[in-house]
């Protein structure tokens, strides 16, 4: 019997010595950056600093419109979960909220491709048709 509390401080303090362990070596890995899938497709296109300077005002364009767009399907999604939460079953305020949310999908989409055929124009052609293919291959990717 005299055992069973000094066990459970064996395993306690095992425990404690793992976490501490766990911590320090995930806080010394070094991270890379991460690229947003909008910088990688700058990279992969190897721009120029004169086409770089060129998009400026429609990378801009684009970053607000889809900051907004963005918002504004997070808003969908709220209403969305407190319909579902007050209704608690679907509903026609649930089935509303659910084609918001298809539909504010949808606008950011379409704001998306609308954006890759904007830079289009300030491409060279090989450029401009790789960029749609690495377009079509997002596409078709499975999510």
């Known amino acids: 019997m005299k055992n069973i509390p000094l066990f459970f401080l064996v395993v306690i303090a095992t425990a404690a010595l ?6 320090r070596w995930v806080a010394g890995r070094s991270v890379e950056p991460t690229l947003t899938a909008h910088e990688w497709l700058h990279t992969q296109l ?7 300077k060129a998009l400026e005002p429609v990378e801009a364009q684009f ?11 997070h808003a969908a999604n709220r209403d969305l979960a407190r319909a579902m939460g007050e209704d608690r ?4 305020r ?17 704001a998306s491709i609308e954006h ?10 090989e450029q401009s048709d790789k ?10 990717q499975v999510p």
Do not use: I, N, W
């Open 18 to 23: 793992s976490a501490v362990c766990a911590t």
């Open 46 to 52: 190897h721009l120029t600093e004169d086409q770089h």
């Open 63 to 73: 970053a607000a419109k889809e900051r907004s767009l963005v918002d504004q399907l």
């Open 89 to 92: 079953a679907y509903t026609p």
């Open 94 to 110: 649930v089935a509303a909220a659910v084609e918001m949310v298809h539909h504010r999908m949808g606008d950011l989409q379409k």
């Open 116 to 125: 890759v055929f904007a830079m289009r124009s300030m491409l060279t052609k």
């Open 131 to 140: 960029l749609l293919e690495l377009a079509q291959r997002t596409l078709e």
